[in-house]
């Protein structure tokens, strides 16, 4: 991992990662996504509509309009469901994952350990964890955190033997009142960096695979679109996973199924 010189943002990164790592925690993500498969999946077969039992309603097509304009306000404005795709924030977010973004807190800045929204450079949605606030010094190594100097700790997660065998480690990590589930890469080199006014540096859960602030830099605070509060519905491949269904999100809060 290299850290190369500062731009207009205040930092620019670029990491490089061997190549078996970062095949090693996507094997380690199908073996666990396989175990959640066989535990946590239910399935509704053969599933019927009753027959209507009572007259129905209906608004008059003006009142359905206007009704329909004000949900659509009420999303754009207060609140977003965001569909996770892809494997960066295992194993706290899976593929398939809808979360509810709080977006009355869009353009603030969030607290630590919070799971944010955000555009990136190319206008794409990404969903990342806030790890430093602005003007923090950071010290990031594979499995060790420090900000302004004080260590973060973090320690061997429940399944560490099986993300081993993949050659990446699971760890857990304490951000003060915050306690989440990672993926590291052992052998992944140190980063020292401070991060600009006004913005924060985010990275994804499952390091290995994850682009965040260490190859985009930091996120301005002004472009958070808002914070991830629970993980409304799964459906990963079209199948409902009911059991994770409103599991929070919260900085204080990491879902009980993580890692498992």
């Known amino acids: 991992m290299t850290l190369e010189d500062s731009d207009e943002r205040g930092m620019l990164l670029r990491i490089e990662g061997p190549a078996d790592v970062v095949d090693g925690a996507g094997s380690w993500c199908e073996s666990a996504l396989r175990r959640q498969d066989s535990l946590g999946f239910r399935y509704i077969r053969d599933c019927r509509e009753p027959s209507p039992k009572a007259l129905e309603i209906s608004p008059h097509p003006q009142e359905a309009a206007d009704i329909a304009a004000l949900t659509a306000t009420l999303r754009d404005e207060f609140f977003e469901n965001f569909e996770v795709h892809g494997d960066s924030m295992l194993p706290t977010l899976r593929d398939g994952d809808v979360v509810f973004v709080d977006k009355l807190e869009r353009g603030k800045l969030p607290a ?112 958070i679109a808002g914070v991830a509060r629970f993980i409304a519905w799964s459906a990963p491949a079209g199948r409902f996973d009911w059991a994770r269904s409103t599991t929070p999100l919260s900085a204080a809060s990491p879902p009980t199924d993580a890692g498992k």
């Open 112 to 223: 630590r350990g919070a799971i944010v929204l955000f555009e990136g450079d190319g206008g794409e949605k990404m969903i990342k964890r806030v790890i430093a606030l602005p003007g923090e010094a950071l010290e990031l190594s594979a499995e060790a955190l420090r900000i302004d100097g004080r260590a973060l700790p973090s320690s061997a997660a429940g399944d560490a033997e099986a993300a081993s065998s993949c050659g990446v480690r699971l760890l857990a990590q304490d951000l003060g009142a915050s306690r989440f589930e990672f993926i590291a890469d052992p052998r992944a080199g140190a980063l020292t960096a401070r991060v600009p006014d006004g913005h924060v540096f985010v990275l994804g859960d499952n390091r290995p695979v994850s682009k965040d602030s260490r190859t985009i830099g930091p996120v301005a605070v002004a472009r």
